[in-house]
């Protein structure tokens, strides 16, 4: 399996600033790639035991997104999370420090329950900020990303989107979209396609959905079939249903040759997010209105069609944000 899949952003270096880093076992390896998948399937009280195992071992990876789950699962950082997010930050992981930074006790203070901290929140803002702004500085578009995060100054973001960063391009074309900057009334749509253009040709599969559905609103409906379909093969979900909703015309909107036996294949393999993301509902309903087109035989070649799709493309993922509220 192909771990660049695995990660919630597909360019991600981690910054370890002259920190070694752990070797997994075969077995620690596996483990990691398994808890990794499932939380971006949004399941990260499933992921967990799977992410102790590499944390365990001293993966920094593996540690930041067990304290992430841990944070999801209790809804808050409690002292547990925090342990595994300070083990993350004491290998140099800049991701471990911001949501250290980031924490609000409020919680643990009313629950009595907080953790003794390594240092105050600041510090570890202020440690972040000395390793990644030289970086930035220099020209490295992740540490332009992170100093937006840190920061949060649009300067930053785009800066890191100039540069090449696919999500920083993404984010800049929702800031436009959603009225964010100065424009000529006919200068806005150019930058925000420019933006989403530039994200989807990165690799990132949000910014390919946003720039489909951009096209769609143009009757662009091939470059539209093309970059949701592209979307699609990475595993994004949200893409994933509605290409097998199109290919099995529920609805048929944007002009793609019915076929419903692998619209239902493509549907059908969302039903491994029952614990994830609240699809389940829609997916459903969806196999119920495709399953009226077809027969029994070619629900099950669909079904055969379904099993082959997962052998042989990335695991299914929301990609989430890496730096989650």
């Given at each position: 399996m192909n771990l660049k899949w695995l990660i919630p952003i597909t360019v991600i270096s981690y910054l370890c600033s002259g920190f070694a880093l752990a070797q997994l076992s075969p077995e620690q390896a596996t483990a990691k790639e398994q808890g990794l998948i499932l939380y971006n399937q949004l399941k990260p009280s499933y992921a967990t035991p799977f992410l102790?195992?590499?944390?365990?071992?001293?993966?920094h990876e593996a540690q930041y997104f067990l304290a992430e789950s841990l944070r999801k699962k209790n809804h808050?950082?409690?002292?547990?999370?925090?342990?595994?997010?300070?083990?993350?930050?004491?290998?140099?992981?800049?991701y471990a420090m911001i949501q250290l930074?980031?924490?609000?006790?409020?919680?643990?203070?009313?629950?009595?329950?907080?953790?003794?901290?390594q240092k105050p929140a600041i510090e570890w803002l202020k440690q972040a900020q000395h390793i990644a702004k030289p970086k930035a500085e220099n020209g490295d578009a992740e540490s332009m990303y992170i100093m937006y995060e840190l920061t949060v100054d649009k300067y930053w973001l785009k800066r890191a989107a100039d540069a090449g960063h696919p999500i920083a391009q993404y984010w800049m074309g929702i800031a436009e979209k959603q009225g964010e900057g100065f424009f000529l009334p006919w200068q806005r749509q150019d930058s925000i396609e420019k933006w989403f253009k530039a994200?989807?040709?990165?690799?990132?599969?949000?910014?390919?959905?946003?720039?489909?559905?951009?096209?769609?609103?143009k009757n662009d409906m091939e470059g539209y079939r093309k970059w949701n379909e592209k979307s699609a093969l990475t595993g994004y979900v949200s893409t994933i249903f509605e290409y097998g909703s199109d290919l099995a015309h529920?609805?048929?909107l944007y002009g793609y040759p019915l076929?419903?036996?692998?619209?239902?294949?493509?549907?059908?393999l969302l039903k491994e997010l029952d614990g994830g993301g609240g699809m389940q509902a829609d997916v459903k309903d969806q196999l119920q209105k495709i399953s009226s087109k077809i027969t029994p035989e070619q629900i099950a070649e669909a079904k055969s069609f379904a099993k082959t799709w997962k052998e042989t493309h990335p695991p299914l993922s929301f990609f989430p944000e890496k730096l989650s509220r």
């Open positions: 102790s195992i590499a944390a365990e071992a001293g993966d808050y950082m409690n002292p547990e999370s925090q342990k595994w997010y300070e083990a993350a930050a004491d290998q140099g992981d800049l930074g980031r924490n609000d006790d409020s919680l643990c203070k009313n629950l009595q329950n907080c953790a003794p901290v994200s989807a040709e990165g690799g990132y599969p949000k910014g390919m959905r946003e720039y489909a559905l951009l096209l769609s609103e529920e609805p048929d076929d419903a036996v692998k619209g239902y294949a493509l549907i059908y």
